[in-house]
């Protein structure tokens, strides 16, 4: 059972574009949600996170929109660049399931051409 | 600095034959978890542990052991590996118990079995 769902899986921007990336998640257990970047050859880094009692978090370039209701939330990137040009992974986390974890979504994989 | 670490970063290896993987946090972090990472699949969950001799089943344990004799190291031990567990390792660690903390990752181990 996929418990946070992530699309696009692949993604093309080309340089200032906004690539926006969503989640949709099911368990209302869940009370945190980050987003990981990942590098080729490195291990996923904390970029953004978010808990459900906001709306939006913004954080330099990166932004994160939640909707509560929906159970979704998203990732937009303003001005993108060619170095963010990475993997990025939604994620929620909490006390689903009973005990306490973080589930990945699938994984998007941006280019952003120059 | 602070980091977490796993050792190899690449191994081949051959069916059954035991393998351990290790993994140590320099942060005085209470919780650890491996996750592999599959194409189409992302991170999904092995093994986590809450502190120092707590440790429980994540999403895909089977073919999998751990144990957590101290607060800094976490190994990853395949009994009798299988090719189906080739894959994409990563350790991480977060300051507290559970999916509500942000987490650290290593870079991770690739591991392939023939």
């Known amino acids: 059972q996929q418990q946070v769902k992530q699309s696009p899986q692949s993604l093309i921007v080309q340089k200032g574009g906004i690539p926006i990336i969503n989640c949709a998640y099911e368990?209302?257990?869940?009370?945190?949600f980050p987003w990981y970047q990942q590098f080729p050859g490195k291990g996923p880094a904390l970029l953004i996170a978010?808990?459900?009692?906001?709306s939006e978090k913004k954080e330099g370039r990166f932004t994160i929109s939640f909707n509560k209701s929906a159970k979704q939330f998203s990732l937009h990137i303003m001005d993108s660049q060619p170095g963010d040009s990475a993997t990025y992974f939604c994620?929620?986390?909490?006390?689903?399931?009973?005990?306490?974890?973080?589930?990945f979504g699938i994984g998007t994989k941006l280019q952003v051409i120059p | 600095e602070a980091q977490v670490t796993q050792n190899p970063r690449y191994l081949i290896t051959v069916t059954g034959k035991k393998l351990t993987v290790t993994c140590s946090q320099n942060?005085?972090?209470?919780?650890m978890s491996w996750y592999r990472q599959d194409p189409g699949l992302g991170l999904r969950q092995i093994y986590y542990?809450?502190?120092?001799?707590?440790?429980d089943k994540g999403d895909v344990p089977e073919g999998y052991k751990v144990s957590r004799k101290e607060k800094r190291n976490f190994p990853l031990i395949l009994e009798s590996p299988s090719p189906n567990q080739t894959s994409l390792y990563f350790c991480?660690?977060?300051?507290?118990?559970?999916?509500?903390?942000?987490?650290?990752f290593g870079d991770g181990t690739r591991l392939s079995i023939l």
């Open positions: 991480a660690s977060s300051p507290k118990t559970g999916g509500s903390q942000p987490q650290h």
């Open positions: 368990n209302t257990a869940f009370d945190y």
């Open positions: 978010i808990r459900p009692d906001v």
């Open positions: 994620a929620a986390g909490g006390k689903g399931g009973g005990y306490q974890k973080v589930t």
């Open positions: 942060m005085n972090h209470e919780y």
């Open positions: 542990s809450m502190n120092v001799e707590v440790t």
